[in-house]
């Protein structure tokens, strides 16, 4: 009985992995918008390539969360650092970031998803 307890997964892991299957379903419909758009070797090519892989690892993370694998959890980190990164990092060095676009559902969920990735709880349930 206290191992069925033990390895009840906790809170924050449950939502973080809400978050981050949220994020890779509105990928999915993102990439889905974006095949109508002519790319090649353009910036639409390279941000379709960059949001597919993005979108193909987070799928990943969600479905092999229960596995509780060490590597899973530093692969969930990264990739929300990465799409974190990506959405704060070109308007703060383009010189046209605002405080708005902190409120862009572009940056709360990987912000969100990093910070209950980072929880006490999340670390000791992958800690098996």
């Known amino acids: 009985m206290t191992d069925r307890l033990a390895s009840r997964m906790p809170v924050?892991?449950?939502?973080?992995?809400?978050v981050m299957a949220i994020q890779a379903v509105v990928g999915l419909l993102g990439l889905l918008f974006m095949l109508g758009v002519p790319s090649g070797l353009t910036i639409v090519g390279i941000v379709f390539a960059v949001a597919l892989l993005l979108t193909a690892v987070l799928l990943f993370v969600v479905v092999r969360w229960r596995s509780r694998r060490r590597a899973v959890l530093i692969l969930a980190i990264t990739v929300e650092a990465?799409?974190?990164?990506?959405?704060?990092?070109?308007?703060?060095?383009?010189?046209?970031?605002?405080?708005?676009?902190?409120?862009?559902?572009?940056?709360?969920?990987?912000a969100t998803a990093l910070a209950l990735l980072c929880a006490p709880e999340t670390r000791s349930w992958f800690d098996r």
């Open 12 to 18: 924050v892991a449950r939502a973080s992995r809400i």
């Open 82 to 110: 990465v799409a974190l990164g990506l959405q704060i990092l070109p308007p703060v060095l383009l010189g046209y970031f605002t405080l708005g676009d902190l409120l862009s559902a572009h940056v709360i969920l990987p």
